[in-house]
RNA sequence: GCGGACGUGCCGGAGCGGUCAAACGGAACGGGUUUAGGCCCCGUUGGCUUAGUGCCUACGCAGGUUCGAACCCUGUCGUCCGCACCA
């Protein structure tokens, strides 16, 4: 079988048919199926790319074949620092990398069969891409979202360029593990992402379709809490801090300022603490990054001292280096008997330790050995004394603000996003420095700013900063002497929104047509990998709620339907990967076995959401059932007669296959169709309806074997966008799913009586009684009204406790389908009879079917209970 | 510390209140076909028995709810993942 040249015969035929091409129409439902779009990387792509893309490409077709409107798209995130790195290293253009891999993918994603419409390609590098990248910061820009400040930020060395707080993971670069990130103090750019930080906190509630997960994580993430500003006072300034526990004000015994803290400054300048503070900042600053979870507790003395608002105590002022600058106010009430930091420090320290919340028993302040973190009632605090601390959070926080003291507020974790890259290969920020002017945003009519071919890569330096043609720019203001913004933006802003491009990805107009745009969005199902939790899937739902309020659609959220695949292992057991040396490529899989059989193989592994591992051993297995496909087409008889065994079992399938496949069990699915298919391997003929049927349901999984064996069995058109076969309940018979181990019983049971017997038969006479089940069904079924514990309680006494139960339940559940549970006489005497003829022939025996009246058969009955009698002549 | 997920034969993995634990695939063993087999077909793979379609034990462990629990609840042990000095 040469599955090469019938691959690309297919391939050939849906590009040239466009049959993946898709329009909105109003007539149709849509469907909107998409996969995080890669990075185009030189080496192209992998295994792990494949399986992702065949689930969705398996979802993508089971809904195009059901009828919707599929929109299923792919682009390219082509702007970032790969690129830019091979450029240096090979002294040439980003440009000519991304876009030498981009074909590169092309073709590899074409050899796979998936079934993308290939018109809507974004490719974010491409101008009329990031102009409207552009276009979004100078509106978020307009609004005040977009903003330049100075801060401490995060520099990694290697990227050398800052990066977001999402992107440093454990302390390091997201992309390089290895290497610690810095903090610097650098005056960026940075997108206001907790403008709508109680907006994206709040909606995950509605993400019900999010894996729990990827929700927790961003709730995590953006960490909302409850708490209290409390003003306290220094040197009679106003100094608020921050806190969850109002209730504990009374056992405020100093308080500690972030060792970061952009006033500690203004507290310690010119006095003789401040040499102190200097060398305490100075120890502070060698401490690694990992080291940080083992860090004691340390502080020093300011020299200054606070007012506690609620009973104007004077307690001490410390700076510390385990309060964080820019959570919070940067400063908080330290309260050690409650709060096990605070404790450590204290006691360190020695600093007193005040108890104002009681439980059950006593606490002693100078023999506890950690906080009493937990409720109870206020002691120590005046006329909140016996108050349970509950309740206090409540009532000293009224207290306070009526006496302007302090605030009911909520906080976040959540950062403003910082987007400025000093890196040449990502999106020009449009913004233009101006001697006379100052800072001034590039004209919309002047967009797009081009990145210039003319660079030259030296060094990591971002070769703009020396590119006077880029550079040097006049004023719009002015039309004097300025110079443009040399960094460029977070290639995470190109993903935010190219989901919407891809709905009228050639507007040269508008960002996208509105319309267009409505009708496609949200995304139906959204398919990717689990690490974008904080960074891609917050930023996409921020520029979402972003553009929605500036009009252009009519969305709250990008999707409600998230999946997350699994990781894909090598047959080491560790992720399969170029670096682990464990990688297997798509295309030897594809010229050994084909890539319907890769497809097949790597989606039948396990539910999709779970890791799955390679094995040679298991694609064997897929290719055993490709080839015994191939082969059964090869032999197929068509019959006209209707078969309603295996009509049962392909309509049972059908119904357990679309469930299969909308909750991306793809591993049954499968399983259902290796039945199937040995289900049809045992008729000798077949109904062509049948064998239809079949290569439709198969179709999502092996698209090119099968479109071949459809045209083989005489269709003109393309099975890929043929219609699913619909499910007939009638049709379904469970008497058998029960017929194959019922005829092996019986068959056992004949060998049996005849080696005891011990003599070769001429009659087999197969008596079929009435089974016993089904006699006390239906007198359950007399009393079905009756409350049906009751008849249980009483049933139970006569011994037969277990059936009954399940019985009776069964009934309970769905009196009307109780017939599928229990095979009745009738339905037993039509099984024999159906395989009568197969019977006589293994025994060479004539067989006789008696359908046994209780009272006749008496002997029967006494022998088999309930079931088959068998005698022999 | 906080949060999330998960513990089922030799392995991967189904089952998610009762028809029914172990589908399906892999592996091992036995048999058939075969010159031979790495192909194909059949059987076996928790225990005890039987002529058997029978009984027992078992879904990490311990309790609970229920007529009935792998499945629901509580506790516990273990594994994996994410975040973390967030006041």
């Not at 002017?437 to 890569?457: A, H």
């Amino acid at each position: 079988m040469d599955f090469k040249k019938i691959e690309q015969k297919w391939q050939d035929r849906w590009e040239k048919a466009k049959i993946f091409q898709v329009k909105e129409d109003s007539k149709k439902k849509k469907y909107y199926v998409l996969e995080m779009y890669p990075y185009p990387s030189a080496s192209g792509l992998h295994m792990g790319h494949a399986l992702n893309y065949t689930i969705g490409d398996i979802f993508a077709r089971f809904k195009r074949m059901n009828n919707f409107n599929v929109l299923y798209p792919m682009g390219y995130d082509s702007l970032g620092l790969p690129a830019e790195n091979a450029a240096i290293k090979n002294k040439s253009h980003p440009k000519i990398f991304t876009e030498d891999a981009i074909k590169n993918f092309i073709k590899q994603q074409k050899e796979l069969g998936l079934s993308y419409d290939w018109s809507r390609i974004v490719e974010t590098h491409k101008p009329d891409y990031y102009k409207w990248d552009q276009w979004i910061f100078l509106k978020m820009y307009e609004r005040g979202l977009a903003y330049k400040k100075k801060a401490s930020v995060n520099w990694c060395g290697k990227c050398n360029t800052v990066l977001a707080n999402e992107q440093v993971h454990d302390g390091k670069c997201w992309r390089h593990k290895d290497s610690d990130v810095e903090i610097k103090q650098l005056e960026q750019w940075f997108f206001k992402t907790t403008e709508y930080a109680d907006e994206l906190y709040e909606g995950i509630e509605k993400l019900n379709n999010w894996p729990e997960d990827v929700k927790a994580m961003q709730r995590n993430w953006i960490g909302k809490s409850y708490g209290t500003i409390i003003n306290f006072k220094i040197d009679d300034e106003i100094w608020p801090v921050f806190t969850t526990r109002p209730d504990t004000i009374y056992g405020v015994t100093f308080m500690v300022i972030s060792a970061q803290h952009q006033r500690l400054n203004e507290l310690v300048k010119g006095t003789k603490y401040e040499k102190d503070v200097n060398n305490f900042l100075k120890k502070i600053k060698s401490t690694k990054q990992e080291d940080l979870d083992k860090l004691e507790k340390e502080g020093v003395f300011i020299g200054k001292y606070a007012i506690n608002p609620i009973n104007n105590e004077k307690v001490p002022v410390y700076a510390g280096n385990f309060v964080l600058a820019d959570y919070g106010c940067g400063m908080v009430m330290a309260v050690p008997a409650h709060d096990q930091r605070d404790f450590e420090f204290a006691k360190k320290y020695e600093i007193p330790i005040k108890i104002v919340i009681k439980p059950d028993y006593d606490l002693n302040p100078d023999k506890i050995s950690r906080a009493y973190t937990s409720d109870g009632v206020l002691v120590n605090s005046k006329e909140f004394n016996g108050t349970n601390s509950l309740d206090a959070i409540e009532e000293i926080t009224k207290y306070l603000e009526k006496k302007k003291l302090g605030k009911k507020t909520v906080q976040y974790k959540l950062k403003d996003w910082l987007i400025s890259r000093q890196r040449f290969w990502g999106t020009p920020i449009p913004i233009i420095y101006c001697d006379k002017c100052g800072m001034v945003p590039v004209n919309e009519k002047d967009l797009p700013v081009k990145l210039p071919d003319d660079v030259k890569f030296i060094s990591n330096e971002n070769p703009l900063l020396n590119n006077n043609s880029f550079v040097n720019v006049k004023c719009p203001k002015c039309n004097g002497k300025a110079r443009r913004e040399t960094d460029t933006m977070d290639t995470f802003v190109n993903s935010s929104w190219y989901f919407l491009r891809y709905c009228d990805n050639k507007n040269d107009k508008v960002i996208f047509d509105p319309k267009k745009v409505k009708y496609w969005m949200p995304i139906d199902m959204y398919i990717g990998g689990r690490e974008h939790a904080c960074m891609h899937l917050i930023y996409f739902r921020f520029y979402t709620k972003f553009l929605r309020d500036l009009g252009l659609i009519n969305i709250d959220e990008p999707t409600y339907n998230l999946f997350n695949q699994g990781m894909l292992h090598g047959e080491d057991g560790k992720v399969m990967s170029k670096s682990a040396g464990n990688g297997v490529l798509p295309e030897e899989v594809s010229r050994s076995y084909g890539i319907d059989t890769a497809r097949l193989f790597l989606v039948s592994m396990a539910s999709q959401e779970k890791d799955v591992v390679w094995s040679e051993k298991g694609i064997q297995g897929t290719y055993r059932f490709m080839i015994k496909l191939i082969d059964y087409f090869n032999n197929i008889k068509f019959s006209k007669i209707k078969n309603e065994k295996i009509e049962s079992k392909l309509n049972s399938t059908i119904k357990e296959i679309n469930k299969d496949i909308e909750n991306f069990k793809y591993n049954l699915a499968v399983i259902r169709l290796r039945q199937l298919l040995e289900a049809i391997n045992k008729e000798k003929e077949i109904n062509k309806e049948i064998i239809e049927g079949f290569l439709k349901i198969l179709s999502p999984f092996a698209p090119h074997i099968v479109e071949e064996l459809w045209e083989k069995i005489g269709n003109k058109s393309f099975i890929s966008i043929s219609e699913w076969p619909k499910y007939d309940e009638k049709k379904i018979k469970p008497e058998y799913e029960f017929e194959d181990t019922f005829i092996e019983n019986i068959k056992h049971d004949i060998s049996t009586v005849i080696r005891l017997v011990g003599k070769e038969p001429s009659l087999i006479k197969i008596f079929v009684s009435e089974s016993w089940k089904y006699e006390i069904y239906k007198k359950l079924a007399k009393m079905e009204s009756r409350n049906m514990k009751e008849i249980i309680g009483k049933i139970m006494v006569k011994g037969h406790e277990k059936e009954i139960a399940k019985i009776s339940q069964l009934f309970v559940k769905n009196p009307n389908n109780f017939n599928n549970v229990v095979l009745d006489q009738k339905t037993e005497l039509k099984l024999v009879n159906d395989n009568k003829e197969e019977l006589e022939k293994l025994f060479k025996a004539k067989v006789e079917i008696i359908k046994a009246e209780s009272s006749k058969e008496e002997k029967a009955k006494q022998a088999y209970p309930g079931k088959i009698a068998i005698l022999i002549e």
